[in-house]
């Protein structure tokens, strides 16, 4: 934003932008306030140490997700509402896995496929944790991926593929019906009973970190996410891949008159994109303990919420709204109690947006 163009929203404000500012000064007031309840010992340390912690690893998972429907709208044009259904899938898929292979011996064959439904596999009984099942954990992982994978290209065989022309409108309806063929059809098999499929985490207590204690499913969370961005980015950097991933995103027409196999290039999406969101779904039980069918419908509007406030179509933009978001909600508890949390991260978005509409790092487009 040039300097005269910052001086007239200033003198000469629209409502809207007025709005804006009274939220900036909002957030200049919380701020304050929160330097103020540290100085005073309202809020110690520790505690703000803590809240930071959890923001950076809730923005992990929730990155992991925002590329995966960042890249899907930059390429394929639509806004994909299942892609929160394609983090169930993953949460269920990979912890069938990890059940399966983990409770051996320890539970009937049943009980482990659905994941505890009958109350014959309990999470405690299996030592279902990094420490008491590593080899099921991280077999689990891959399987997240894998069956995400498979059901991704599964569907846009069938459904996305014969409605490419179509335009974003009818994909993205399409992608409404999908998700809730996705969650009932989970919703049938696992029952839509909330229950806890992860025993209790071990701790790690360094000296030398301002946090008093570290869960290590937090820890497994946060090196396996990193890991899977630094993958992404190399990929999309330095591989032939990568290039005609970006080209594509670009422009199309213009990708397809160079020779670049657009198939190839979508089909590499959704591997890339749900594979993300598979793990994504896995690694947020591991660290929450609990699973539910409702898993990434509730987290599909704050995996938006990144997406748009980064800029929609920007990868890069996808991790720092996710960042935002994450410690928003976190930093948020503060003030608000947790079941009202997101109300911050969505005021943050709307506030970003009136001063900049393309996001922060401009996507290709916000809609």
Do not use: C
Request: avoid cysteine; charge should be neutral; hydrophobic fraction near 55%.
């Amino acid at each position: 934003m040039n300097v005269s163009r910052l001086r007239d929203r200033i003198t000469n404000p629209t409502l809207q932008e007025l709005f804006g500012f009274v939220l900036v000064a909002m957030i200049g007031v919380l701020a304050l306030d929160l330097v103020r309840r540290v100085v005073v010992g309202e809020l110690a340390p520790s505690q703000l140490s803590s809240l930071l912690w959890n923001g950076f690893v809730d923005s992990l998972y929730i990155g992991l997700a925002a590329i995966g429907l960042s890249m899907t709208y930059s390429i394929l044009r639509f806004a994909n509402f299942a892609h929160g259904e394609l983090l169930t899938v993953g949460a269920f898929g990979g912890w069938t896995v990890a059940y399966l292979l983990g409770g051996i011996g320890a539970a009937g064959l049943g009980s482990r496929l659905l994941l505890d439904a009958d109350g014959g596999a309990q999470a405690g009984a299996l030592e279902m944790s990094v420490l008491g099942s590593p080899l099921a954990i991280v077999v689990g992982v891959v399987a997240a991926a894998v069956v995400t994978i498979l059901i991704a290209l599964a569907i846009d065989r069938v459904v996305y593929k014969k409605l490419r022309e179509a335009g974003g409108i009818t994909l993205l309806i399409a992608s409404v019906g999908v998700a809730l063929a996705l969650r009932y059809i989970i919703a049938i098999v696992y029952t839509q009973d909330t229950r806890g499929v992860v025993a209790s985490a071990p701790f790690w207590e360094p000296a030398w970190l301002p946090i008093e204690r570290v869960n290590l499913h937090e820890i497994t969370l946060v090196v396996s996410a990193l890991v899977l961005i630094v993958a992404v980015h190399l990929l999309l950097q330095y591989t032939k891949l990568g290039k005609s991933m970006r080209a594509m995103s670009d422009n199309r027409d213009l990708a397809m008159v160079t020779g670049i196999s657009t198939e190839r290039v979508i089909t590499a999406t959704w591997i890339i994109g749900s594979g993300l969101a598979g793990v994504a779904g896995y690694l947020i039980v591991l660290d929450r303990s609990q699973i539910t069918i409702n898993l990434g419908w509730f987290l599909l509007l704050l995996v938006f919420a990144a997406v748009i406030l980064g800029g929609i179509g920007s990868i890069y933009g996808a991790l720092a709204g996710s960042l935002v978001i994450g410690v928003t909600i976190n930093l948020s508890l503060v003030w608000i109690p947790s079941d009202l949390n997101e109300v911050a991260a969505f005021t943050l978005m709307i506030l970003v947006l009136i001063f900049k509409p393309d996001g922060l790092f401009g996507g290709v487009e916000t809609a």
